[in-house]
């Protein structure tokens, strides 16, 4: 499923699910949920949003993908800014990296941000780019790298006085404490503060510690994980798997 680019307009491509009313007992908004056997993209102006006006909560999201699911310059939202109840935050359920090629034109895009459980803290790793047309065994098709350097666990921001924070400053404090919370909070990003972190950078431990991948989920396990760290006692992540998890792939 693909959901990108906007009309002449300026409009989102969307998928939307709203209620208008204002009326105190105005209903729910109803939720979204999108199942696909493949790959699901939201990209460059794609837009999954729940949303109530009146006094009803939003309803929820969730994303079930037998492939990828790539977020790249899309949105999913949920919001319910007359609701005394909550907007819930959209649920991913999706595959992890994997061993085939993802080829589209990177330059259009801003940022990606990438998660998984062979990306290990204060680590260093090479980016390349390659062409769809060219053997992946051969080094010589593959572009020089780009090497992304990994902060160390807890390390989650820098400045929040900035929406969203600045990445992370070499430092595990306080500021980082309160910008995971303030992400499990749902809270709106305030420049001069709250500042809220993107979920890849919050998203630091699996709810359930046996299991090595994050789970997209904010929760007490990954404000914990931060709080062990400024205490000088950083949680103990399960780790990549030991075998190549793409064997005669790369060179």
């Keep these: ?25 105005a209903g729910d908004g109803g939720a979204i949920r999108i199942d696909a056997a493949g790959d699901v ?22 994303i079930d993908a037998g492939g990828t699911t790539l977020l790249v310059s899309g949105r999913v939202v949920t919001e319910a800014p007359g609701s005394s109840g909550s907007s819930p935050s959209p649920t991913f359920w999706a595959a992890e990296l994997g061993c085939t090629p993802y080829y589209t034109d990177w330059s259009l895009f801003d940022r990606v941000d990438v998660s998984d459980d062979g990306i290990l803290p204060n680590g260093a790793y090479e980016v390349r780019v390659i062409g769809n047309a060219c053997a ?3 080094p010589g098709n593959y572009s020089s790298p780009l090497i992304a350097t990994m902060s160390a666990v807890g390390d ?3 400045d929040c006085s900035v929406c969203p924070c600045t990445g992370p ?10 910008a995971v919370v303030e992400k499990f909070k ?11 972190p993107r979920k890849a950078r919050a998203d630091l431990i699996n709810s359930n510690v046996d299991l090595p991948k994050p789970d997209r989920k904010i929760d007490f396990v990954d404000i ?14 399960p780790g ?6 793409c064997p005669g792939l790369c060179p």
């Design 169 to 178: 400053d070499g430092v595990v404090d306080f500021v980082d404490i309160s």
């Design 136 to 138: 992946l065994s051969d």
């Design 240 to 245: 990549p798997p030991t075998a190549d998890p």
């Design 41 to 62: 993209q939201i990209l460059a102006g794609g837009l999954v949003s729940a949303r109530s006006q009146g006094s009803g909560d939003a309803g929820d999201i969730r």
């Design 1 to 25: 499923m693909l959901l990108s680019g906007r009309d002449a307009s300026g409009d989102e491509s969307a998928i939307l699910s709203e209620t208008v009313s204002t009326d105190l007992d």
């Design 224 to 237: 914990s994980c931060i709080v062990d760290a400024f205490r000088g006692t950083p949680c103990v992540l």
């Design 186 to 196: 749902d809270s709106p990003c305030v420049v001069g503060g709250p500042g809220v």
């Design 156 to 158: 989650v921001v820098g």
